[in-house]
Nanobody, 119 residues
Framework: QVQLVESGGGLAQPGGSLRLSCAASGFTFFSTYAMSWHRQGPGKERELVARIFSNGGSTNYAASVKGRFTISRDNGKNTVYLQMNSLKSEDTAVYYC???????????WGQGTQVTVSS
């Protein structure tokens, strides 16, 4: 059974940092999955924050987080990370991890972790 478990969320002050982790289990050949982080703020639709492709080198980011957030992956640990710096109140959201198998398009979601940016 495949599972994605996010961790690292919490309360941060504006300008602060958090690092989210997404641990994958039950995946065969984790490195073949494109991994991404998405978020859903209060009263908003879920949006893509950052993606890292299965080759591990290509990434893309939402314009709102570019230069502040960094996505990375450790295929040996079956884990993807989201380093979030210079946090703003508008970054407050539930953050979700998603895995997409490159060959079939099969997609899996984690349960989400809450990030709150407030003074």
């Amino acid at each position: 059974q495949v599972q994605l478990v996010e961790s690292g969320g919490g309360l941060a002050q504006p300008g602060g940092s958090l690092r989210l982790s997404c641990a994958a289990s039950g995946f065969t050949f984790f490195s073949t999955y494109a991994m991404s982080w998405h978020r859903q703020g209060p009263g908003k639709e879920r949006e893509l924050v950052a993606r890292i492709f299965s080759n591990g080198g290509s990434t893309n980011y939402a314009a709102s987080v570019k230069g502040r957030f960094t996505i990375s992956r450790d295929n040996g640990k079956n884990t993807v990370y989201l380093q979030m710096n210079s946090l703003k109140s508008e970054d407050t959201a539930v953050y979700y991890c998603k895995a997409v198998r490159s060959s079939s398009g099969a997609a899996y979601w984690g349960q989400g972790t809450q990030v709150t940016v407030s003074s």
